[in-house]
């Protein structure tokens, strides 16, 4: 579960990213944030991991408050996360398969148990023939799975995805939303901003549209 | 537990990975380090060379005691007795004038040096073994047996062993004050490396961040990295040191037959060398770790 109340988000040049935000998003729950480009959503993403605080209000995720935890306790509710950057963050000296099984190097898998986990995550984004592979050579649309084979590979109960299907073409975003909602439909937290609604293809889903910091539905 | 080798076998691997990515500059540093290392313990090799080396020539805490011309065979058996009671002494041996003009007489180029001398020109004399090495106990029998009535001249035969030890202590100290000059430098140069390190590899270790990774285990491969430098650094050292005892031991060798000595070079011991290799570890991870401590702070999140 991740809940805002009343959180706000002022940047110490002065910019207010957030205003007084409070929402709740339940386990199991999948949402889409909806706004323009600087209306906050990746502010909004990055206090749930804590790559940020708030100004003011608390951010609640899974009964902890995330402003209050020190520094040594941040790692550990991080890997609560399976978190897909707007950036990626591939890293581009490694292959396809090691970019994935960071994630387990860093939780300390068992390395026989994580090698099956790396194949089990790349076949379900559909890149499992690419594994050896350099990020570099992948299209946009298979770095942008292989991100998102990178954030499910520790099989996190929540995923959080800033602006996935940006810079993709239709039939690419597609198939990248039809991933996340397989994942929700197994009971995986989803988080997703973008701004694009069209992607949803009708089906109903929540959405909470920011508006210059406000949430305004 | 099972974690932990997990854990460490990861930052090892990774550790050699990486200076396996960089085998130039790598191959300089440990250069460096070896260079740095090899040349106090260089000296401190040859002090113990040259210690050991002392102790083959020298003849023990040796005194000559010179008697005057005229003393008489009870003067001599009085000495004799003083020799006997006193404490520090540990042995000596009489050297009657006439004896010691027949040695004089078989020495070769000396023999006709005496033929024109009318009598014996030489004195009695004890040749004298303290009990200990020691300066004090040394300088209070010579003080003591100068005083003796009929006692021409005290000579004190190992005052050249005292006065090589004084150099060596010498040479020691500037050994161990060179060790600390270049340990600060084998520091910085890990440092250095490690923090070229981290910078290029920002993005790995914010991505490594960001999915949950403890400092700990982003400071873990590069603490092997450092470690691992100081140690090769160390065992080049060792060998810096095994070539130049190789390169030297044979001229050592025939110079020490001219002096009818056998003589080899010694290595450093099993154990020195231990030392020397978990010290120069010790000093990679310092500076590995100083590094760390001062840089991963800085990474942050873009």
Known sequence: ????????????????????????????????????????????????????????????????????????????????????????????????????????????????????????????VGLLS?????????????????CIARAIVSRPSILIADEPTSNLDMEYAKDIMAIFKSFHQVGVTVLISTHDVELLGGTPQRILTLSHGELTG | ??????????????????????????????????????????????????????????????????????????????????????????????????????????????????????????????????????????????????????????????????RLDALLKLGRLAAWMLSVLLSLLVIAVVFNTIRLQILTMGDEIEVAKLIGATNGFIRRPFLYFGTIQGLVGGIVAWLIISLGIHLTDEPVKHLMQLYETDFRLYHLSMGDSLVMFLFSAGLGWLGAWLSVVSHLLKIEFR
Do not use: C
């Open chain 1, 1 to 124: 579960m991740i809940s805002f109340s009343e959180v706000s988000k002022r940047y110490p040049n002065g910019f207010e990213a957030l205003r007084n935000v409070s929402f709740t998003v339940e386990t199991g729950e999948m949402a889409l944030i909806n706004g323009h480009s600087g209306a906050g959503k990746t502010t909004l993403l990055r206090l749930i991991a804590a790559i940020e605080r708030s100004t003011t209000g608390s951010v609640i995720v899974n009964g902890q408050d995330v402003g209050r935890l020190n520094g040594a306790a941040i790692p550990f509710l991080r890997r609560n996360f399976g978190l897909v950057f707007q950036d990626q963050k591939l890293l581009f000296d490694r292959s396809v398969f090691e970019n994935v099984l960071l994630p387990l190097q860093i939780s300390g898998f068992e390395s026989k148990a994580a090698v099956r986990r790396v194949r089990a995550a790349l076949d379900k």
């Open chain 1, 130 to 146: 690419k594994e050896k592979a350099r990020p570099i050579t992948l299209s946009g649309g298979e770095q942008q799975r292989l």
């Open chain 2, 1 to 162: 537990m099972n974690i932990w080798f997990s854990y460490h076998w990861h930052a090892l691997a990774l550790a050699f990975k990486r200076l396996a990515l960089i085998p130039f500059s790598t191959l300089l540093t440990l250069g460096v380090i070896g260079i740095a290392f090899s040349l106090p313990a260089g000296i401190y090799v040859f002090l113990e060379n040259v210690e050991t080396l002392s102790g083959q020539f020298s003849s023990g805490p040796q005194l000559s005691l010179f008697l005057k011309l005229n003393a008489t065979q009870s003067e001599v058996g009085k000495i004799e007795s003083f020799l006997k009671e006193n404490p520090h002494v540990a042995s000596f041996r009489f050297i009657p004038k006439a004896s010691a003009l027949e040695q004089f007489k078989e020495s070769p180029g000396l023999a006709g040096v005496m033929d024109g001398l009318e009598g014996n020109p030489l004195p009695d004399a004890f040749v004298v073994t303290a009990r200990d090495v020691s300066t004090e106990t040394l300088k209070t029998l010579s003080r003591a047996l100068s005083e003796l009535r009929q006692v021409e001249h005290v000579q004190l035969d190992s005052a050249w062993t005292q």
